[in-house]
């Protein structure tokens, strides 16, 4: 399978990359630091990944770099089978009420420049099928009070995907939407675990195989499945009141 | 940053306190006082002391960097876990050159406690193959060191127990194995005494030697056990297929305390000796068993209770002053033992041979001993007496094991600690790297104002 990652760097999008580097997939990597990207490219080199991986400048920030960067990871691979969106941002939701800037930043990140990228992908690298893998979260699904700016970016991004699976899925363009719950990388370093919360190896695992499956959703680690089922069917006097 | 919470050493000893986890550890150092890898050191030594309660944690910079096929070349950075490696490389080919008694440590803990193996009277410690650091010092410079370079910040760091800077990354030469199973061979040693000969015997006919010995047993028995000798199988006989993953099921809940008592623990060590029936056995083993057998039990220490347990490891010197041999040394250590009633789960021993590089570095040439010892309330009178036995052999503790010796004693069994402390005077005068340890025995003070300290690192 040939590749493109963008937030393979850290977190999910890395153990993810992993997981594929050691069954022997062609990988592409890109992101917004350069030297960054190029020791996580040594690194799924020597963990199995075909041939030599090859890295461009992405900055989600900024949708001018997205059409070089997905020309340069075509050309590199020929065919681009799978492309893979786990970079994305958090910020509790205090800070980004009193940091308008922040707050502008992570939105047009997590949906605008997201969405922008996806629609790029899909005209361009998976213009004539494939899979498109994007980390959505579970803080999309309700309206909650820690996470009201966050989650409103992220079900956004939710429901763009779904709409695109349905238009284009008959077409030949899989999207595979994954919700992960509480996940313990860097960006959720310092918040209270919850229970079930899960690691980005499982994560990984989970996630290969619904690429693979072409699973339209995929909740990580599996018991979020049904804890969000619950959460969805809660009357929203409650969620109201709630703190989760 | 991480909330507050408590930080654990392996075994249970704990202190409040947080960590820091991120890919870019110098980015992250910032405010920390040490950095700390998988926790498997017992005691304090990755704990950070009470007047800076941060630690960072650099389990997610575990980026391999380069590996030469060719040479067996590793670069990587610090947190990479040796469980790892082992997974990725062992099939091709390659293996640490020294392995400690569990594959849940990573490179940064296996420099920084220059961590021994099975094959300490051939191969040396994990220091000896360590070729170059890339570090991050007291005043926030990132350096590269090596034998050459920074020497002395390279050899203070090797066995440097994380006081002179953030390792971020290390470079190491791995060993070349012909296939990726162990030839195993073990045999019935009936009291201690024999044990440190037959030890000295295996050692130039095998690479890997160690003993497992019964402490509860007394008199004529004391100390018996079975040694245990390893090498890698040859192409020829070992099977074709890589070995497979075992399954790690997970303890998840404490012991209560009578669990691990002294009949218990007779018990285990009646039948762990019975086991082996026959005086020799030998035969093809899974490479984690041979080296890992702790780990197939994730959470083990949980067996000890709530109260946790301590490890003692001590070497003694086969030789005194003058150069005259010694014997009955490992006999005193065991007496100490069972006459204070220091019922040990599990013990072992092995002979050393050589010294570390490191300033710091724990081996010797000598025997070692390492105890597994229920927290109990005469504890401290246990090692204390221990100490006193170490001190009158000339022999010395390992530090990644310690948590209740008196600095009084270590200093007394450990001169050493003069040399490291003026190195850390050049690289760290003001101390921003300390430990809960450091602060109990190598004289560090508790900061009252870090005021005046600035940001860094
Ligand atoms: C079952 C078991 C068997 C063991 N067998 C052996 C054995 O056979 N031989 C042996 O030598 N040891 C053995 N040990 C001890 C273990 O190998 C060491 O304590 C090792 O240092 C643990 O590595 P870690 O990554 O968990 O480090 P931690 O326990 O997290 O830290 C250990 C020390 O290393 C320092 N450190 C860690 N990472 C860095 C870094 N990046 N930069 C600077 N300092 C750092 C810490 O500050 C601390 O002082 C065993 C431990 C267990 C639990
Ligand atoms: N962790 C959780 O509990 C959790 C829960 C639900 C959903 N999620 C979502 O899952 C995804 C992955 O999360 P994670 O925890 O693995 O995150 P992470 O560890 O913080 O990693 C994020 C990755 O995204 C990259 N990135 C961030 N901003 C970027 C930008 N502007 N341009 C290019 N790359 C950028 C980062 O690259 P750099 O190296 O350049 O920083 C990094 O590689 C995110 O979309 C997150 O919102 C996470």
């Given at each position: 399978m040939n590749v493109v990652c963008l937030g393979a760097t850290k977190g999910m999008g890395r153990a993810l990359a992993r997981a594929m580097a050691e069954r022997g997939d062609a990988l592409f990597l890109l992101g917004r630091d350069d030297d960054d990207l190029k020791r996580s490219a040594r690194d799924l080199e020597v963990r199995g990944a075909q041939g030599t991986v090859h890295t461009a400048y992405c900055d989600l920030g900024d949708s001018e770099t997205f059409s070089a960067a997905l020309v340069d990871a075509e050309r590199a691979l020929g065919t681009v089978d799978t492309v893979v969106v786990t970079a994305g941002q958090f910020a509790p939701q205090d800070d980004l009420e009193e940091d308008a800037p922040r707050l502008r930043e992570m939105l047009a990140v997590?949906?605008?420049?997201?969405?922008?990228?996806?629609?790029?992908?899909?005209?361009?690298?998976?213009?004539?099928?494939?899979?498109?893998?994007?980390?959505?979260?579970?803080?999309?699904?309700?309206?909650?009070?820690?996470?009201?700016?966050?989650?409103?970016?992220?079900?956004?991004?939710?429901?763009?995907?779904?709409?695109?699976?349905?238009?284009?899925?008959?077409?030949?363009?899989?999207?595979?939407?994954?919700?992960?719950?509480?996940?313990?990388?860097?960006?959720?370093?310092?918040?209270?675990?919850?229970?079930?919360?899960?690691?980005?190896?499982?994560?990984?695992?989970?996630?290969?195989?619904?690429?693979?499956?072409?699973?339209?959703?995929?909740?990580?680690?599996?018991?979020?499945?049904?804890?969000?089922?619950i959460v969805r069917a809660l009357p929203r006097s409650f969620m109201r009141r709630a703190s989760f | 940053m991480s909330q507050r919470s408590t930080i654990s050493g392996w075994g249970g000893h704990s202190v409040e306190g947080c960590e820091i986890r991120a890919e870019n550890l110098s980015a992250a150092a910032n405010g920390a006082a040490l950095s700390r890898g998988l926790g498997r050191s017992y005691g304090d030594s990755s704990l950070p002391p009470d007047d800076c309660p941060i630690a960072l944690n650099t389990t997610l910079a575990d980026r391999i960097l380069e590996f030469d096929q060719a040479t067996g070349r590793l670069r990587a950075e610090a947190g990479l876990s040796l469980a790892d490696m082992n997974r990725l490389l062992m099939p091709r080919g390659w293996f640490t050159p020294v392995s400690p008694g569990t594959q849940y440590v990573t490179l940064g803990g296996m420099v920084a406690a220059d961590i021994h193996g099975k094959n300490q009277h051939l191969a040396g410690n994990f220091g000896h193959h360590v070729t170059k650091l890339r570090m991050q010092v007291a005043d926030g410079r990132i350096l590269e060191c090596d034998s050459e370079q920074h020497a002395d910040l390279f050899f203070g760091t090797i066995g440097g127990m994380g006081l002179t800077g953030h390792i971020l990354e290390v470079e190491c030469a791995l060993e070349r194995i012909p296939s990726p199973w162990i030839w195993q061979e073990t045999q019935r040693i009936p009291n201690i005494d024999e044990f440190q000969v037959a030890l000295e015997?295996?050692?130039?006919?095998?690479?890997?030697?160690?003993?497992?010995?019964?402490?509860?047993?007394?008199?004529?028995?004391?100390?018996?056990?079975?040694?245990?000798?390893?090498?890698?199988?040859?192409?020829?006989?070992?099977?074709?297929?890589?070995?497979?993953?075992?399954?790690?099921?997970?303890?998840?809940?404490d012991f209560p305390g009578w669990a691990l008592g002294p009949w218990t623990v007779r018990a285990f060590n009646e039948l762990y000796f019975r086991k082996q029936w026959r005086p020799t056995l030998r035969g093809i083993v899974h490479p984690e068993s041979f080296f890992y057998p702790l780990d197939v039990l994730r959470e083990w220490h949980r067996m000890y209770g709530t109260r946790g347990f301590t490890q003692y490891q001590c070497v003694l010197p086969h030789t005194d002053e003058s150069g005259a041999r010694k014997t009955g040394s490992a006999r005193r250590v065991l007496d100490v033992l069972t006459t204070l009633?220091?019922?040990?789960?599990?013990?072992?021993?092995?002979?050393?041979?050589?010294?570390?590089?490191?300033?710091?570095?724990?081996?010797?040439?000598?025997?070692?001993?390492?105890?597994?010892?229920?927290?109990?309330?005469?504890?401290?009178?246990?090692?204390?007496?221990?100490?006193?036995?170490?001190i009158e052999e000339g022999g010395r503790i390992y530090l990644a094991k310690d948590s209740f010796t008196r600095r009084r004693d270590f200093e007394r069994m450990d001169s050493r600690v003069h040399d490291f402390n003026a190195l850390r005077d050049t690289w760290d005068p003001q101390r921003r790297f300390r430990s809960a340890q450091s602060v109990r025995l190598l004289g560090d003070l508790p900061r009252t104002n870090q005021a005046d300290l600035g940001g860094h690192p």
């Open positions: 997590n949906f605008t420049n997201t969405v922008l990228f996806c629609e790029r992908a899909r005209k361009t690298a998976l213009k004539s099928g494939g899979t498109l893998c994007v980390f959505s979260s579970v803080a999309g699904e309700r309206g909650r009070t820690p996470v009201v700016l966050y989650g409103a970016s992220k079900a956004g991004l939710t429901r763009y995907l779904e709409g695109l699976d349905h238009r284009y899925r008959r077409a030949g363009l899989r999207v595979v939407t994954v919700k992960p719950g509480f996940v313990r990388t860097s960006m959720t370093d310092g918040l209270p675990a919850p229970p079930f919360a899960g690691e980005p190896d499982q994560v990984a695992r989970i996630v290969l195989r619904a690429i693979d499956r072409g699973t339209p959703v995929v909740y990580a680690p599996g018991p979020w499945r049904h804890i969000m089922a | 015997e295996a050692a130039p006919q095998w690479p890997y030697t160690v003993g497992w010995i019964d402490c509860v047993s007394r008199g004529s028995a004391l100390g018996r056990g079975i040694l245990m000798c390893g090498r890698w199988a040859t192409a020829d006989e070992a099977p074709k297929r890589v070995p497979p993953r075992r399954l790690r099921p997970r303890l998840t809940f009633g220091g019922a040990s789960f599990l013990a072992v021993i092995k002979d050393f041979g050589q010294n570390g590089v490191g300033v710091l570095s724990f081996p010797r040439p000598g025997i070692t001993l390492a105890l597994d010892i229920p927290i109990r309330a005469n504890t401290q009178a246990l090692i204390d007496a221990l100490n006193q036995v170490v």
